[in-house]
């Protein structure tokens, strides 16, 4: 009864399930970070983003407008009197309890005036209006007003605005993005051209030595990054490439060389011999073989090792703090650049949240545009 057709055994529930949970583990951490990126600091510090479609109850310190600004200060019968909203224009806001001081939020319920001392007074209704009398002319900055409101859900483009358009090079990744930019693109290129013709002469061209240089491939497969870092950088210093971008494109091209040549290789030995001895029959030369053929077929597996190696350089922060060192900070990548945000200003979620989705929306657009070639690459020469 168990294999009858069209029903599922427990196991294949058991992968399923378990595939969604793998995706839901991914996906949230993804999701939330988007969704705090387009909200305000009082929102992200008052409730999880999974709540941010509902009004949430928050304690805020609000203050009225300064006194001495130009037009906010009036003389009405004698009081001199500052009007106006806390929260900037009347909203949605709805205030429960508010008070003067930090140690009595909740001593007066809207509508209620109190006594600031020194002939002041200040009346703060539901929605934030407020009105603020004194006896003699008021000075200095507006009062601090401490409320207890529930708030509507808000949400706003400032924060891309400040991380990509701000002036100041300590908030603005635009110039970090560009450079990024500036290293993967030709990072992942370089690899992937020298790999795909070190490929072709590995699965199709007889030479000496031909076994021993794969076998040297795949050792390198296991050498870790770690352990090269600084001897390849003091080759790069003494022959004049370091703390550069060239520098920079030569590390990520020869650590990423074993991955592309063997998944490129396996690949094109599974290509149906008949068409290259076909070819060669007609006259084509090898790279003639290459270009027309080889190429357009391996395609799959080029594209695959392209992702791989797009995302390691994009994400990567340990080459560039290595080799792309530069204290004018005109090469700092958006990896180097997060890092100095989380020093700086790492009280300001929504600004890191904002530059962390900046960096990584990239990575994704390449993925979902390439993914049904993965798996094909990955699976290159695993099956004759």
């Known amino acids: 009864m168990d294999n009858i057709a069209g029903s599922k055994s427990g196991l294949t529930w058991a992968v399923h399930i378990s595939v969604v949970l793998l995706v839901a583990l991914w996906l949230f951490p993804t999701v939330g970070l988007l969704v705090s990126s387009f909200r ?28 001495d600004d130009e037009g906010t200060q009036e003389l009405i019968d004698g009081v001199y009197t500052v009007a106006g909203n806390l929260f900037g224009t009347a909203g949605d806001a709805d205030i429960s309890v508010w008070g003067s001081s930090s140690r009595a939020i909740d001593a007066y319920a ?95 061209m007889d030479f000496p030595g031909r076994a021993l240089l ?28 370091g703390k550069g971008y060239l520098g920079t494109w030569m590390a990520h091209t020869g650590f990423g060389l074993p991955l592309a040549i063997y998944l490129l290789r396996n690949y094109m030995v599974g290509l149906p011999r008949d068409i290259i001895e076909n070819a060669k029959v007609d006259g084509a030369t090898d790279f003639q073989i290459f270009t027309k053929i080889i190429l357009p077929l391996s395609f799959p597996a080029l594209a695959s090792f392209a992702i791989f190696q797009f995302l390691w350089t994009w994400n990567d922060l340990l080459v560039a703090k290595v080799f792309l060192i530069d204290a004018t900070g005109d090469t700092t990548v958006m990896t180097n650049q997060i ?27 390449v993925f979902f545009a390439m993914q049904k070639y993965l798996v094909r690459g990955l699976l290159a020469g695993s099956v004759k």
């Not at 390198?220 to 003494?238: E, R, S, T």
């Open 40 to 67: 305000t600091s009082d929102q992200i510090s008052g409730s999880g983003w999974w709540q941010s479609l509902f009004a949430i109850e928050q304690n805020l310190t609000l203050r009225a407008a300064d006194p």
């Open 339 to 365: 890092v100095e945000l989380l020093g700086t200003r790492g009280g300001n979620w929504e600004i890191l949240a904002t530059a962390a989705f900046v960096s990584i929306a990239v990575p994704l657009a």
């Open 214 to 241: 794969i076998a040297i491939i795949v050792g390198l497969l296991v050498v870790p990054l770690q352990l090269a870092l600084i001897p390849l950088l003091k080759l790069h210093l003494d022959i004049g490439i």
């Open 110 to 204: 809207p509508g209620e005036t109190a006594d600031l001392g020194d002939g002041e007074t200040m009346t703060v209704a539901t929605n934030g209006d407020y009105v603020w009398t004194a006896s003699e002319a008021l000075t200095g900055r507006g009062q601090r007003v401490f409320v207890t409101a529930e708030t509507p859900p808000e949400f706003t483009l400032d924060n891309y605005e400040q991380v990509l358009l701000s002036g100041n090079s300590t908030d603005s990744m635009a110039k970090a993005f560009f450079n990024t930019l500036t290293v993967t693109i030709p990072a992942t290129i370089i690899p992937i051209v020298i790999a795909a013709f070190a490929a072709y002469a590995l699965a199709w």
